[in-house]
């Protein structure tokens, strides 16, 4: 069942708000950064758009909770050695057989179903394979890379793009231009990621596209980490106040490269 299934819709009783499908499309990450920046301010007063959303998280959360999750190879060879131990004995022969009849029916489902659960409880601790930002980050470049989505704002000058963010979101993105080191700037846009408005800056490497996201980090909280997901590397990090994710389909080393450039000019 999808998520839009779970909506209210124009057939529903009670009132009825024709925004209310734009909830959906937020968490599909189908708005452009001015529609959802719209419509945080529209939920902000509606109460239908705000049950929705919570409605909406709530199914997500559920389904999110029971997905399936594919287990390394050397979590399995010890689970699957956990249940061999667990197998029962071999039934004794057919004069002493009444004695052993606890280990029919039930018993042994239930003791095998409590070893399988004792075994994944103990040895498997795995977290999802990226967080729903990481995701949502990767989805976010890959949109972009679709025709005239990429840069609000076309300009290999630091010095146009940095202004150009000004009064469109509520804090001054850090703007840099590596075009000696073969990082050039393309632009920039606006995203719209984890509930707030986002600086995404586009840089090139020779056929390839860097995304570079800037936003405010929190108070104390820093960041660090690197992952890979659909064959785009993303790299994370704090500094300066501001947290920044690089994702790109460059090789790791490239992207490190970009990272280290960024990190040290001034």
């Not at 050039?184 to 800056?201: E, F, I, Q, W």
């Not at 500094?239 to 790109?248: L, Q, Y």
């Not at 790791?252 to 000019?265: I, K, Y």
Request: with cysteine.
């Amino acid at each position: 069942m999808s998520d839009r299934s779970m909506m209210p819709g124009p057939t529903s009783p009670g009132p009825h708000c024709d925004k209310v499908l734009l909830v959906q499309a937020e968490l599909d990450g189908e708005l452009d950064a001015a529609q959802a920046a719209a419509l945080e301010a529209h939920r902000a007063d509606c109460r239908i758009c705000q049950a929705a959303q919570e409605q909406l998280l709530r199914a997500r959360a559920l389904v999110r909770g029971n997905r399936y999750e594919t287990l390394p190879d050397d979590v399995r060879a010890r689970v699957m050695a956990r249940l061999r131990q667990a197998e029962p004995q071999a039934l004794p022969a057919p004069g002493r057989r009444r004695s052993w009849r606890w280990l029919r029916g039930p018993s042994i489902g239930f003791g095998l179903g409590a070893a399988c659960a004792a075994a994944i409880a103990l040895l498997v601790v795995m977290p999802a394979e990226r967080d729903d930002l990481t995701g949502a980050i990767v989805a976010s470049h890959i949109r972009a890379l679709q025709p005239g989505h990429l840069e609000d704002v076309v300009s290999t000058d630091q010095h146009t793009v940095k202004p150009w963010f000004d009064g469109r979101i509520d804090f001054a993105p850090p703007v840099k231009d590596f075009a000696a080191e073969g990082f050039p700037l393309k632009g920039g846009r606006l995203d719209y990621l984890g509930g707030r408005s986002v600086a995404a800056l586009v840089y090139q490497r020779d056929k390839h596209i860097i995304d570079l996201y800037v936003w405010p980090a929190a108070a104390g909280g820093r960041l660090a980490g690197e992952t890979e997901v659909q064959g785009y590397n993303v790299v994370r990090w704090s500094d300066g106040g501001m947290n920044f994710w690089a994702v790109s389909d460059v090789e790791r080393s490239q992207l490190d490269d970009f990272v280290a450039l960024w990190r040290r000019a001034p």
